[in-house]
């Protein structure tokens, strides 16, 4: 059980919480109409992302194996043969594929179809292809917005949508910069497209990354449909939390150089979850109470 766990990779379920920000954003994450369908495509996305991981893993065999990490894959390390990988991946397409289809929207089905093909074109050579891969990896993150914002019939602000693309990518680039080290450090390319990026590309990309984001976020916050639907003129004042949540992971980044897996990140360092939950509790005492 434990490496079927580590397959299917459960603990990274919290990225998919991508698809509940709609909700939050707009006011409805305590209107049971809203929740009820976006918890639904939250769990559907979560079966497709672990299929997803599966398709990556099998094609990345190889590569595992050769990462100081990775290696203890279970599909790397052959505790789970590729034919009971397989027999499950399609298990979990067949079961998020029903439960969208009877329960949500077309939209979110379609938008699940397109997450599932834009990682199978990943996994099967464009995450070759440096800067393609990380934008292949942000759109996957959009995509999760849609999903949620389809799922809960709300509409999406066009500021939340560049804003989640340009952070992604800002945490793709962290990690490609893990991949870096880890070449120049003991000379183990795990991933083809690390020809295409060097130390100095991706330190100028996550600064310039990390200026953008923040400006986006202000400029939501301070957008004329944002202010006409909460007057909540001081709405820009969370942006400290993100100024701060940035600035902590280009330190985890440049000086702990920990920055390969932002899920672990997330759920494990202190400072980054006291910005995110400074940040959920300010943002949402303004536009709920």
């Known amino acids: 059980m434990h490496d079927w766990i580590k397959l299917l990779r459960p603990k990274h379920y919290v990225k998919n919480g991508f698809v509940l920000l709609p909700l939050f954003f707009a006011g409805s994450i305590t209107d049971p109409e809203a929740l009820l369908p976006a918890l639904i495509a939250f769990v559907a996305f979560s079966a497709i992302a672990s299929a997803v991981y599966i398709i990556n893993d099998a094609r990345d065999v190889k590569l595992d194996r050769l990462h100081p990490e990775k290696c203890m894959r279970p599909l790397a390390a052959e505790r789970i043969s590729l034919t009971q990988a397989y027999a499950m991946l399609v298990c979990l397409v067949a079961g998020a594929a029903a439960?969208?289809?009877?329960?949500?929207?077309?939209?979110?089905?379609?938008?699940?179809?397109?997450?599932?093909?834009?990682?199978?074109?990943?996994?099967?050579?464009?995450?070759?292809?440096?800067?393609?891969?990380?934008?292949?990896?942000?759109?996957?993150?959009?995509?999760?917005?849609?999903?949620?914002?389809?799922?809960?019939?709300?509409?999406?602000?066009?500021?939340?949508?560049?804003?989640?693309?340009?952070?992604?990518?800002?945490?793709?680039?962290?990690?490609?910069?893990?991949?870096?080290?880890?070449?120049?450090?003991?000379?183990?390319?795990?991933?083809?497209?690390?020809?295409?990026?060097?130390?100095?590309?991706?330190?100028?990309?996550?600064?310039?990354?990390?200026?953008?984001?923040?400006?986006?976020?202000?400029?939501?916050?301070?957008?004329?449909?944002?202010?006409?639907?909460?007057?909540?003129?001081?709405?820009?004042?969370?942006?400290?939390?993100?100024?701060?949540?940035?600035?902590?992971?280009?330190q985890i980044t440049h000086i702990d150089g920990n920055s390969g897996n932002p899920t672990r990140v997330l759920l494990k360092d202190r400072f980054v979850q006291f910005t995110v939950f400074g940040w959920i509790t300010s943002f949402a005492a303004i536009i709920y109470l």
């Open 99 to 250: 439960l969208a289809i009877s329960t949500l929207p077309l939209e979110v089905t379609l938008i699940l179809a397109a997450y599932l093909l834009l990682n199978i074109g990943y996994s099967f050579g464009l995450k070759a292809i440096a800067i393609l891969d990380i934008s292949m990896v942000s759109t996957g993150f959009v995509l999760r917005l849609l999903a949620g914002s389809a799922a809960a019939q709300i509409p999406l602000s066009h500021w939340i949508i560049t804003m989640t693309f340009l952070l992604a990518l800002f945490l793709a680039l962290a990690k490609r910069r893990d991949d870096v080290q880890l070449f120049l450090t003991h000379g183990d390319k795990t991933r083809k497209s690390v020809d295409g990026y060097s130390m100095e590309v991706v330190n100028h990309g996550m600064s310039i990354l990390a200026a953008v984001v923040i400006v986006a976020y202000l400029n939501y916050c301070n957008s004329a449909e944002v202010l006409a639907q909460w007057n909540a003129p001081w709405l820009f004042t969370t942006g400290g939390w993100v100024v701060l949540g940035v600035l902590r992971y280009l």
